[in-house]
Nanobody, 121 residues
Framework: QVQHVESGGGLVQPGGSLRLACAAS????????IGWFRQAPGQYREGVSC???????YYLDSVTGRFIISRDNVKNMVYLQIDRLIPVDTAVYHC???????????????WGRGTKVTASS
């Protein structure tokens, strides 16, 4: 089975930046959308950003203007550029894929194990 692999997390001071990456096979050939989700301790998992095969993007309100999602179809990579980190961004970030059209952050079937982002001084 396909296992998505996330990387790029770490401990960064508030105001800093990180670039997360997700690797999976045949993004555009098999999936309608690829998304980034996060789960903080004691919190529900929430959708952060997603990008469709048509390059339409969606963002959680609290990250709009600070996070940018992008993809490289040749390399089968999706990235999440995170700027101006704040403490509430601290979470494990997962990438996931969705084969069907629907709500931006619903219906994702395949998930990676995640990469941890910590924004703390």
């Amino acid at each position: 089975q396909v296992q998505h692999v996330e990387s790029g997390g770490g401990l960064v001071q508030p105001g800093g930046s990180l670039r997360l990456a997700c690797a999976a096979s045949k993004f555009t050939q098999e999936y309608y959308a690829i998304g980034w989700f996060r789960q903080a301790p004691g919190q529900y998992r929430e959708g952060v950003s997603c990008i469709t095969v048509h390059n339409t993007t969606y963002y959680l309100d609290s990250v709009t203007g600070r996070f940018i999602i992008s993809r490289d179809n040749v390399k089968n990579m999706v990235y999440l550029q995170i700027d101006r980190l704040i403490p509430v961004d601290t979470a494990v970030y997962h990438c996931a894929t969705n084969k069907i059209r629907g709500s931006a952050f619903s219906g994702y079937q395949k998930w990676g194990r995640g990469t941890k982002v910590t924004a703390s001084s």
